[in-house]
């Protein structure tokens, strides 16, 4: 996954990327052109994972980022990084878990997170829409 990737707003190329893979984890160096109207985080996708690698901040004329991750939270495959107006994130799935009800999506359960939604407790799925959830668990 080392090299330089170009770091897309709305479609339209915005800075680089630079990713070195060191030891167990992944340094991202982000620099990006934006406008500084709004606060923008950086995410990456890769093998179907998305992770949050944070909040550029100004340094000089650019907006940048200097953070690492574990690898194992990215698949293998072409990154992507994408800068969205902070507070617009994925909608994910919640699936409610009820007691003594068998639960569908057992495989599923390592990009789950517990959570509680109007008081029920359930597996949220952040990396999901309902779609993908469905068709996975053959539902």
């Known amino acids: 996954m080392d090299g330089i990737y170009d770091i897309f707003l709305g479609g339209k190329?915005?800075?680089?990327?630079q990713v070195r893979r060191e030891g167990l984890y992944l340094r991202f160096r982000c620099c990006?052109?934006?406008s500084?109207?709004?606060?923008?985080?950086?995410s990456v996708t890769c093998g179907g994972k998305t992770?949050?690698?944070?909040?550029?901040?100004?340094?000089g004329d650019a907006f940048?980022?200097?953070?690492?991750?574990?690898?194992?939270k990215l698949g293998a495959g072409m990154p992507q990084f994408r800068a969205l107006p902070k507070g617009t994130e994925r909608a994910g799935v919640f699936i409610p878990i009820i007691p003594e009800e068998p639960f569908a999506y057992l495989s599923r359960l390592g990009d789950a997170v517990l959570r509680r939604s109007n008081g029920q407790l359930g597996a949220y799925?952040?990396?999901?829409?309902q779609s993908a959830i469905?068709?996975?668990t053959g539902q």
């Not at 992770?51 to 340094?59: A, I, S």
């Not at 940048?64 to 194992?72: E, F, K, V």
């Not at 799925?125 to 829409?129: K, T």
């Open 13 to 17: 190329p915005v800075g680089k990327a």
């Open 32 to 34: 990006c052109d934006l």
């Open 36 to 42: 500084g109207e709004a606060i923008y985080r950086i």
């Open 51 to 59: 992770e949050n690698l944070g909040v550029p901040v100004p340094e």
């Open 64 to 72: 940048c980022l200097d953070t690492r991750i574990p690898a194992r």
């Open 125 to 129: 799925f952040p990396q999901a829409d």
């Open 134 to 136: 469905s068709s996975s």
